[in-house]
């Protein structure tokens, strides 16, 4: 009886619709689509709709990660949505942050803005931002991507993380996967390169045709930020001064860092103050470090101080919402004015999810002009031990997940 009913409706489908063809253009993004606009009956069976995922029931240590069979199998709410299956993820601190709690309330204002839902209704909840992979399914308005396609994106913390089988995304935040890169590989670039590129590229101005002899200084040099960034402003043209520990000393050498400054060796103040002024400052670690190195910055030519940790998430979650912002508002407004009347330029810059970022990003690292930089790899049975090793810190690059290998 069921397959009589499936074969009907698929007459029913044929004979109402018909195929559909678009030729689409966006830059890089040209693709030619055909499919049915109505698509076939299918029954599924129970080990067809969950999948096995690392999740996470309430917020804590590394013991609240859980690992199940039975995560809901993800589904394609909005046209121009993808599923992808995962081959390749990669952590982020933002991660072990999220399993501790860190911008609950503001992520939970982002998934349920009129706050209809109950409070932990985000559980359980899947982390991970990072994700290289294959199409396995497209809504009915994608156009650039079909099943099949090898793919890599950052997903945004508001939504269901990349430590699954599989993750769906908007396809406004998916690119075609570099070809020079394997999945492994690739899961390390995403999160750290957008952030770097929202820094530097959005926020700070910077880019290929004025990037030329300026000086950059880059705090937090030996991070997946860091690391990034060195590549990103080598390969613009600019010299590139890079703060970190003196183990880290080779690495960002072999980046591409024209001068590699030891914070543990002596005054770091001293230290960069005995160098030429910079145009701009990208800062990883903020605390005290920006009470005194936007002094290091060139007065009235433009320069600017950006850094990447700010208060918004933290300050939402101890104020509240309207309180929190509000909160925020007068601090990057108060430390802005008070820059600019000494001649800089300070802003704060965030992680910003792009697919057409993403396709510049690629076309930098098939130029072989950005290279991944991985610290270590886990299979997909040891990701407590590799959040061990992210909270642990002082990483040289990032840290993988091997979703394939679940042994």
Same mark, same amino acid.
């Given at each position: 009886?069921?397959?009589? *009913?499936?074969?009907? =409706?698929? !007459?029913?489908?044929?004979?109402?619709?018909?195929? $559909?063809?678009?030729?689409?253009?966006?830059?890089?993004?040209?693709?030619?689509? $055909?499919?049915?606009?109505?698509?076939?009956?299918?029954?599924?069976?129970?080990?067809?709709?969950? /999948?096995?995922?690392?999740?996470?029931?309430?917020?804590?240590?590394?013991?609240?990660?859980?690992?199940?069979?039975?995560?809901?199998?993800?589904?394609?709410?909005?046209?121009?949505?993808?599923?992808?299956?995962?081959?390749? @993820?990669?952590?982020?601190?933002?991660?072990?942050?999220?399993?501790?709690?860190? =911008?609950?309330?503001?992520?939970? /204002?982002?998934?349920?803005?009129?706050?209809?839902?109950?409070?932990?209704?985000?559980?359980?909840?899947?982390?991970? %931002?990072?994700?290289? =992979?294959?199409?396995?399914?497209?809504?009915?308005?994608?156009?650039?991507?079909?099943?099949?396609?090898?793919?890599?994106?950052?997903?945004?913390? &508001?939504? $269901?993380?990349?430590?699954?089988?599989?993750?769906?995304?908007?396809?406004?935040?998916?690119?075609?996967?570099?070809?020079?890169?394997?999945?492994?590989?690739?899961?390390?670039?995403?999160?750290?390169?957008?952030?770097? &590129?929202?820094? /530097?590229?959005?926020?700070?101005?910077?880019?290929?045709? #004025?990037?030329?002899?300026?000086?950059?200084?880059?705090? =937090?040099?030996?991070?997946?930020?860091?690391?990034?960034?060195?590549?990103?402003?080598?390969?613009?043209?600019?010299?590139?001064?890079?703060?970190?520990?003196?183990?880290?000393?080779?690495?960002? $050498?072999?980046?591409?860092?024209? #001068?590699?400054?030891?914070?543990?060796?002596?005054? *770091?103040?001293?230290?960069?103050?005995?160098?030429?002024?910079?145009?701009?400052?990208?800062?990883?670690?903020?605390?005290?470090?920006?009470?005194?190195?936007?002094?290091?910055?060139? !007065?009235?030519?433009?320069?600017?101080?950006?850094?990447?940790?700010?208060?918004?998430?933290? #300050?939402?979650? %101890?104020?509240? *919402?309207?309180?929190?912002?509000?909160?925020?508002?007068?601090?990057?407004?108060?430390?802005?004015?008070?820059?600019?009347?000494?001649?800089?330029?300070?802003?704060?810059?965030?992680?910003?999810?792009?697919?057409?970022?993403?396709?510049?990003?690629?076309?930098?690292?098939?130029?072989?002009?950005?290279?991944?930089?991985?610290?270590?790899?886990?299979?997909? @049975?040891?990701?407590?031990?590799?959040?061990?090793?992210?909270?642990?810190?002082?990483?040289?690059? !990032?840290?993988?997940?091997?979703?394939?290998?679940?042994?």
């Amino acid at each position: 009886m069921l397959l009589e *009913v499936h074969a009907l =409706g698929r !007459k029913v489908c044929r004979s109402l619709f018909r195929g $559909q063809t678009r030729v689409t253009s966006l830059g890089k993004r040209a693709h030619v689509s $055909q499919r049915l606009i109505c698509r076939d009956f299918h029954f599924s069976c129970r080990r067809c709709t969950i /999948m096995p995922s690392w999740v996470i029931d309430r917020y804590g240590k590394n013991d609240v990660l859980r690992f199940t069979n039975s995560m809901m199998f993800p589904i394609i709410h909005l046209p121009n949505e993808v599923i992808i299956k995962v081959h390749a @993820a990669s952590l982020n601190p933002i991660d072990v942050n999220m399993r501790n709690g860190y =911008g609950a309330s503001a992520l939970r /204002m982002k998934r349920d803005p009129l706050n209809i839902k109950n409070t932990g209704s985000e559980f359980p909840l899947t982390l991970g %931002r990072d994700v290289s =992979g294959t199409i396995m399914e497209c809504g009915l308005d994608v156009l650039y991507f079909k099943p099949g396609d090898e793919v890599w994106a950052a997903i945004p913390p &508001w939504k $269901q993380g990349t430590l699954s089988e599989f993750v769906v995304a908007s396809g406004n935040e998916v690119s075609l996967k570099p070809r020079s890169l394997s999945h492994t590989e690739a899961a390390s670039l995403p999160y750290v390169g957008l952030t770097a &590129w929202s820094a /530097m590229r959005q926020v700070g101005g910077l880019k290929e045709k #004025n990037c030329s002899d300026k000086r950059i200084l880059i705090f =937090g040099a030996s991070g997946g930020v860091g690391t990034f960034a060195i590549q990103l402003m080598k390969a613009w043209g600019a010299h590139v001064t890079a703060v970190c520990s003196k183990d880290a000393n080779e690495l960002v $050498q072999n980046l591409g860092a024209d #001068n590699v400054i030891d914070y543990k060796a002596g005054n *770091v103040q001293e230290q960069l103050r005995a160098l030429p002024l910079f145009d701009f400052i990208l800062d990883n670690i903020g605390g005290s470090t920006e009470e005194w190195a936007p002094e290091l910055l060139k !007065k009235w030519s433009g320069a600017t101080y950006v850094s990447l940790v700010t208060p918004f998430l933290v #300050n939402v979650d %101890r104020l509240g *919402v309207a309180d929190g912002m509000l909160q925020t508002g007068v601090t990057i407004g108060t430390k802005a004015v008070k820059h600019l009347c000494k001649g800089i330029h300070y802003r704060w810059a965030f992680f910003t999810p792009s697919g057409p970022y993403l396709d510049e990003i690629a076309t930098l690292v098939d130029a072989g002009k950005i290279r991944p930089v991985i610290d270590q790899v886990f299979s997909f @049975a040891d990701v407590p031990k590799a959040f061990q090793k992210v909270e642990e810190g002082h990483a040289r690059g !990032k840290t993988v997940i091997n979703v394939t290998n679940k042994k």
